[in-house]
């Protein structure tokens, strides 16, 4: 029997913006002192509120949008009230019921619809420019076709509507800052991040515990056992990420291209983590190129390497470990850095959590049972804290990079000595074998 629960609704930001908007463009409406200066057109707010300057929670693309849609919008009111101003010469010389004043209203609506036309081909982004345009045109040239007279309220009436829809838009903008933190290059360089320790972390346990582990277990009951179970994963799940992992490092340009022009309170600027972009790119090229399939190279080892090779292949399995888990908690750090410069609340951001005691050696005793929570991320402790996890996991990783080296060299030089003796061994089989039958061929001769 299936049993109904209310889920709570939590509204988005963006809808949140939209009904402040709303309700404010309401309010103003029904204000009697503002019915003089809407004139017949007041009814228009929301709807150029609607059409051409939609809310949103960024400030910086909310201004944007205001200078451009409101440029259109200016354009739409000075071409339409020229036509005006051409159609009401023409009525005062050839009449009003003459056709003059009609063919000039037309003519100036298709070269308006024909100017929109070009420049949204020209520059999407000028969408809402040129459907400010359009709409000004439409409500000024298609009534009062009867006036002899010119008046200035075409223009101040329409202009009127346009400002209060554009700086309601901005107003809630700003507001919505306030409480909706701004995403941008930051936030995804933190996302980003987090992609690629999944992916270190599932390469890891698919490319290295599996292969030597189970090659030889049936063969070696005592050699080393792994520590760390390999979860089931998916067929295409590294395949997925790596999809994932390309699309969130080409999407980093784009976004710093906007974030470099975003308004932003803060001491950090941007343009310091911009060497992110080809951090990430090359971590995720390097992860691709070198990702090898345990699957794929059970067959290879079966074929060329032997037990005592495999014993010590198996060597290296620890110090790889240790260096993964050492590149996780850096690409850790570093979100955790990054969330703290520009105020993103990372989960899991507790720079003590996974390596306390490598922490310890930069905090007291006193410090670490009183340490800050991630919320309160701006206060100088934290920032010290999270400055000494980031030069410990520096530290701990070149550590780690020089016991994998050294073992890396030790196996190497093992296993070619190896080889050596036995091309060595080979080569004197097959000289003492060579040597009865030239005995033979000299005693037949």
């Given amino acids: 029997m299936m049993s109904l629960r209310w889920q709570p609704f939590i509204p988005s930001p963006h809808l949140v ?12 409406i029904v204000l009697r002192p503002v019915a003089s200066l809407g004139g017949p057109y007041l009814f228009l707010i929301l709807t150029v509120k609607e059409l051409v300057f939609p809310p949103s929670t960024s400030p910086s693309a909310q201004i944007e949008a205001s200078v451009v849609n409101m440029s259109g919008a200016l354009f739409g009111l000075g071409w339409s009230n020229l036509g005006l101003v051409c159609a009401t010469y023409a009525a005062r010389r050839y009449g009003v019921d003459s056709d003059a004043p009609r063919v000039i209203r037309a003519i100036f609506l298709l070269m308006l619809g024909l100017f929109t036309g070009l420049a949204r081909s020209w520059l999407p982004r000028l969408t809402f420019a040129s459907r400010a345009a359009g709409l000004m045109s439409a409500f000024l040239l298609t009534t009062d076709s009867d006036s002899t007279k010119w008046q200035y309220t075409n223009f101040t009436q329409l202009l009127f509507v346009c400002v209060i829809a554009s700086t309601s838009s901005l107003v809630v903008s700003f507001g919505a800052r306030i409480f909706v933190p701004a995403g941008g290059y930051a936030k995804d360089s933190i996302n980003a991040l987090g992609l690629l320790k999944d992916l270190v972390h599932l390469a890891t346990t698919r490319t290295i515990d599996p292969p030597i582990s189970e090659l030889t277990r049936p063969s070696s009951p005592t050699l080393t056992v792994t520590n760390h179970p390999v979860p089931t994963q998916p067929a295409q799940s590294i395949e997925a990420l790596q999809r994932k992992c390309l699309e969130a490092s080409l999407a980093l ?4 291209a906007y974030s470099a022009f975003e308004l932003r309170v803060g001491r950090v600027p941007i343009s310091l983590i911009k060497p992110l972009l080809t951090t990430i790119g090359r971590v995720r090229e390097e992860l691709a190129w070198g990702i090898v399939h345990a699957t794929q190279s059970q067959p290879q080892h079966e074929d060329q390497l032997s037990k005592e090779e495999l014993e010590l292949l198996a060597t290296l399995d620890d110090p790889s470990r240790s260096c993964a888990d050492s590149i996780e908690d850096s690409i850790s750090a570093l979100q955790c850095a990054i969330g703290l410069c520009y105020g993103f609340h990372v989960p899991g951001c507790v720079c003590l959590s996974k390596k306390p005691d490598s922490i310890e050696s930069g905090v007291t005793g006193h410090e670490k049972k009183t340490h800050p929570k991630p919320r309160t991320g701006r206060s100088a402790e934290l920032s010290k804290l999270c400055v000494s996890n980031i030069h410990v996991e520096r ?7 020089v016991v994998l080296r050294k073992q890396l060299d030790s196996v190497v030089k093992e296993m070619n000595d190896a080889h050596m003796f036995k091309v060595q061994r080979s080569g004197s089989k097959s000289r003492e074998g060579s040597y009865p039958l030239e005995c033979r061929r000299d005693e037949s001769s």
């Fill in 17 to 28: 913006a939209r009904m402040c908007v709303t309700c404010i463009c309401s309010v103003i």
């Fill in 253 to 256: 340009h784009t976004s710093y």
């Fill in 395 to 401: 530290a701990r990783l070149a550590d780690v990079q």
